[in-house]
């Protein structure tokens, strides 16, 4: 296991590639992505994302089981409610720089046909 900052090669280690395509993979779904970029914004219940989304309660559910499962974000009960939040604030970072990476073609990625809309 490595420490925060240092670097491990992916090649040197094989379950780490695939460990990291999968955590690329459940940042590419525009839903949990939304989640996420709520939650970076403050703790909130299953029904205030929904209320932020506009999407049905199952569906947020879903996501927010999938993004718990790999560590995304962690719950807290306070009573009846469950409050989700972001684990690891390391991730603003990696969204932010992605904002940049992604402002400057935004159009030309729009337009990529070799992952369809059907991928999204």
């Keep these: 296991m490595t420490r925060a900052g240092e670097h491990t090669e992916t090649s040197d280690r094989p379950e780490l590639a ?6 690329f993979r459940a940042l590419a ?7 996420i970029k709520h939650l ?7 029904t205030e994302l929904v209320d932020m ?3 049905p309660q199952s569906r947020i559910s879903n996501h927010l089981a999938c993004l718990r ?5 962690h719950t807290d009960r306070q009573g009846r409610h469950v409050i989700y939040s ?3 604030t390391r991730l603003k970072q990696v969204l932010d720089l992605a ?3 992604v402002a400057d073609h ?5 337009t990529c046909k070799r992952i369809g809309p059907d991928w999204i």
Excluded: K, M, Y
Excluded at 18 to 23: D, T, V, Y
Excluded at 29 to 35: F, Q, S
Excluded at 40 to 46: D, E
């Design 53 to 55: 989304t506009g999407l």
């Design 69 to 73: 499962w790999c560590r995304f974000v």
């Design 40 to 46: 970076l914004a403050g703790p909130r219940t299953v």
């Design 18 to 23: 695939i460990a990291q395509a999968r955590w």
């Design 86 to 88: 972001i684990a690891d």
């Design 29 to 35: 779904d525009p839903t949990r992505l939304a989640i």
């Design 106 to 110: 935004s159009e030309h990625l729009a």
């Design 99 to 101: 904002d940049d990476l």
